[in-house]
């Protein structure tokens, strides 16, 4: 029997048998994806692939307290199982007692369809997006436009068994589509992205369209120095900004006095207010059209993540409520020691509460601005304040006096999500966008344009 044969389930529960632990739990995640590239108004390759993750948790109790050995492998064989099962076990008898040893959960109801065949996906997500991209490509040729990019579709089935009774399962579909469009010269270049859970809420056409109104404005050139702008992130360029706010805003960390959100003296900054503007962040794994897994799925340990808390239920979570900081994340192990209430990382992130105006008009009301069109190579400067420094791409425009006027050079800059939030001074209509620099790892985000009165553009960067 081959490893794709043998059902997902079957597979965790041949596992919890073989398991001569005192502890374990078994994740077993089905893999499939289906890709699109294109380049020169041509697409270029396409392709189907599936697989199989295996992760074994074991915890061994000792006198010392309870430690973990996790092994993870792929395509795992009938006859590799025990082998795996038992290389997690001599982990765990190897390490020392684990620092966050928690008993596993209980009580957890089992989930509809465990016993249930993974979902896939295949070309045929692609049905109704690839024709209309093959049009947007004719229209493209037609106005001199030459389009590049991808789209990639992935479903993951995951499925979580332990020793104390949990058989939990969570489908996962997650789409991302990039578009580039640029000038036969290759001097101008436009990128738009977004994200999707099947493709049907996609437009190439209105993308297109999009790009090449941002060519058109690059038609004439302007040079700036570094220095502070007003300017008005769109809402991918605040997902990556915010998205990495969120990576650093562990419980443990902040009461240790080491990330900007430790309170001089000790204690973190729960209760106070990162903005004037009447914004709310937060997680809720039941958002429509960003839907995650609404329970822990942990593959490794670390942080304020844990393998212990494997299926501890998930819920709607407000991290900054009308400016206000509400919550940190923190394990069951974190939060005990921290003395802060539960709150483990959710796989969304939502930023509303601002006014009813799309980016169009937040423009029209600029009398002289930056617009931006996305972030990338973002990179941590200074913990501390959680200082980052990353470049522009893909289009730095010129506003005057409501209009956008020529496309000028990009930069680098150095801002901190957390002084960005404090020195907004208008936020937009919140909308599901596809972050740039993050979409390998996070692409769950709907976020509002903000207008920033002295973003710190700190040099001219090259780059296009």
């Known amino acids: 029997m081959s490893a794709r044969s043998s059902k997902p389930h079957e597979v965790v529960e041949r596992a919890l048998e073989l398991s001569r632990a005192d502890g374990c739990v078994v994740i077993a995640d089905e893999q499939s994806t289906a890709n699109l590239r294109w380049a020169g108004n041509a697409l270029t390759t396409n392709g189907v692939t599936r697989g199989r993750t295996l992760t074994v948790?074991?915890?061994?109790?000792?006198?010392?307290?309870t430690a973990s050995g996790v092994v993870s492998r792929s395509?795992?064989?009938?006859?590799?199982?025990?082998?795996?099962?038992?290389?997690?076990e001599a982990a765990a008898r190897g390490a020392g007692p684990a620092e966050d040893a928690q008993p596993l959960v209980?009580?957890?109801?089992?989930?509809?369809?465990?016993?249930?065949?993974?979902?896939?996906?295949?070309?045929?997500v692609?049905?109704?997006?690839?024709?209309?991209?093959?049009?947007?490509?004719?229209?493209?040729?037609?106005?001199?436009?030459?389009?590049?990019?991808?789209?990639?579709?992935?479903?993951?089935?995951?499925?979580?068994?332990?020793?104390?009774?949990?058989?939990?399962?969570?489908?996962?579909?997650?789409g991302t589509l990039e578009l580039n469009a640029k000038s036969p010269d290759r001097t101008r270049s436009a990128w738009a992205?977004?994200?999707t859970r099947d493709f049907k809420d996609v437009d190439p056409a209105a993308l297109d369209a999009e790009l090449a109104v941002r060519l058109g404005w690059a038609e004439r050139r302007v040079e700036l120095p570094a220095g502070r702008y007003e300017t008005l992130l769109p809402p991918t360029a605040v997902a990556d900004l915010l998205i990495y706010l969120m990576w650093s805003a562990s419980g443990r960390d902040a009461v240790e006095g080491r990330t900007v959100f430790s309170k001089p003296g000790g204690g973190t900054r729960v209760g106070e207010r990162l903005t004037e503007l009447p914004l709310t962040l937060r997680s809720d794994p039941n958002e429509p059209?960003?839907?995650?897994?609404?329970?822990?799925?942990?593959?490794?340990?670390?942080g304020d993540q844990s393998v212990f808390d494997n299926g501890l239920p998930l819920a709607a979570t407000e991290w900054m409520r009308e400016g206000e900081l509400r919550?940190?994340?923190?394990?069951?192990?974190?939060?005990?020691?921290?003395?802060?209430?539960?709150?483990?990382?959710i796989d969304n992130i939502v930023l509303d509460g601002g006014e009813d105006r799309s980016l169009e008009e937040m423009v029209a009301n600029t009398q002289r601005g930056l617009l931006l069109t996305c972030l990338w190579y973002i990179r941590e400067v200074d913990p501390a304040s959680l200082l980052l420094t990353g470049l522009t791409r893909d289009g730095v425009y010129l506003v005057e006096h409501g209009e956008v006027t020529g496309e000028v050079n990009n930069f680098r800059f150095n801002e901190s999500p957390v002084g960005v939030l404090g020195r907004a001074t208008e936020a937009g209509r919140t909308e599901k966008t596809l972050p740039r620099e993050w979409s390998d790892w996070f692409t769950r985000a709907a976020m509002p344009a903000l207008?920033?009165?002295?973003?710190?553009?700190?040099?001219?960067?090259?780059?296009?």
């Open 327 to 345: 919550h940190l994340t923190t394990s069951r192990h974190s939060a005990g020691l921290t003395g802060l209430p539960v709150a483990p990382g």
């Open 289 to 302: 059209g960003l839907e995650s897994a609404p329970f822990v799925i942990a593959h490794s340990s670390g």
């Open 126 to 174: 692609f049905a109704d997006f690839a024709p209309a991209l093959g049009e947007a490509f004719a229209r493209a040729r037609a106005g001199g436009r030459e389009l590049y990019g991808f789209a990639n579709h992935e479903l993951v089935s995951s499925y979580i068994g332990t020793s104390t009774g949990l058989r939990l399962r969570h489908d996962q579909p997650n």
């Open 193 to 195: 992205g977004r994200s």
């Open 75 to 88: 395509a795992v064989t009938p006859d590799e199982l025990e082998p795996l099962v038992r290389a997690a």
């Open 57 to 65: 948790v074991a915890t061994v109790d000792g006198k010392e307290g």
């Open 106 to 124: 209980t009580g957890v109801a089992q989930a509809p369809g465990f016993t249930e065949a993974p979902v896939e996906t295949s070309s045929a």
């Open 451 to 464: 207008r920033v009165p002295d973003f710190n553009m700190s040099s001219v960067s090259q780059g296009v």
